[in-house]
Every structure is written in C-alpha cells, then in structure tokens.
C-alpha cells in the first residue's frame, strides 16, 4: 500500500489534483508546498494561478520571475495601478487572461 501512495504522491498530475483541493485553505497549501521540489513547482502553480498584482509586487524583486511562470490570469484593478510600475521587467509565459479594471466597483464581477 505504501508503495502505492508513493507512487500517486509523486505523479505530477494526480499531486496537481490534491493540491487544487486545498486551494481555499492557504495554510495547509503553503505547507504542503514546502515537502519536496515536486510539491513546491505543482503547489505554487495552484497558488500563483491567479494572484492578486499585489502579492506578485511584494516577492523580491529576484524572485519575482519564478512566481510570474506560473500567473495563468492576471487582474489589476484602479487601487492596484501602481503595481505595473514594479512589473515592468517581468515576463508572464503562461498568462491567457489579462482584466484591467477601470473602476474598484468591478472587484466583484469579473
């Protein structure tokens, strides 16, 4: 059985699974990334997803790129809009959905 459990623990596509389940809970996610390499690339493309600009401002600028990989959706609102300023050398190899939201009263539509 244990080898089983191994082998589901370590196929990227079967943790990617697990993981998006703690999606809503931060803390056992963040936890669960920190188990091994594996856990950390599948887990962090769970977290930074789609990140809010200013949690992707707030990672050091030297490992700002690693975090930026993995945005896959990307919304900056009016409150945000000093954010691009701090992101202007950063590259979004993933990114498929850019929102820009003129009015902070579009939060919670989109």
Known sequence: MAKACQQVLD???LLLLILEQLLGEHVPLASAVRVNTLWFNEGTNVLWYQ???AALVAITAGRRQLYADK???FKVYRDESDS???LGDVRFPRLRYFFAAPFDS???QH
């Open 84 to 86: 691009h300023y701090n």
């Open 11 to 13: 196929d990227p596509y």
């Open 51 to 53: 990140p809010p600009a």
């Open 71 to 73: 945005v896959v959706r």
């Open 106 to 108: 579009d939060r919670g």
